[in-house]
């Protein structure tokens, strides 16, 4: 098992940064992938983005490249989404997820196990 436990949200004005966390602990040699999802009230969660545990290869969905940047500390077991020229569409339940074998990034049923989420609130 792996256990997920994100930090870093809050409430940011229009065009500021913030940056999310997500440590793992457990069995984290199993995993292969980490990714970041986005949920709002009343819809699925949506990718936003993924990182692959070794190589460090970085997945993003386009509403957020060049914007978002994803990295990880492999000796810290923590995966960071880092979020610049945020807008009010990215106001969202933030979630880390991970993946024990390589079957894609942007859908969340390919993920095995999540954190408990972390609002994010871009205010206009």
């Known amino acids: 098992q792996v256990q997920l436990a994100e930090s870093g949200g809050g409430l940011v004005q229009v065009g500021g940064s913030l940056r999310l966390s997500c440590a793992a602990s457990g069995r984290t040699f199993s995993m292969y992938a980490m990714g970041w999802f986005r949920q709002t009230p009343g819809k699925e969660r949506d990718f936003v983005a993924a990182?692959?545990?070794?190589?460090?290869?970085?997945y993003y969905t386009d509403s957020v490249k060049g914007r978002f940047t994803i990295s990880r500390d492999k000796a810290k077991n923590t995966v960071y989404l880092q979020m610049n020229s945020l807008k009010p569409e990215d106001t969202a339940v933030y979630y880390c997820a991970a993946q024990k074998a390589p079957r894609g990034v942007q859908s969340e049923r390919l993920y095995d196990y999540w954190g408990q989420g972390t609002q994010v609130t871009v205010s206009s």
């Open positions: 990182i692959s545990w070794n190589a460090g290869i970085t």
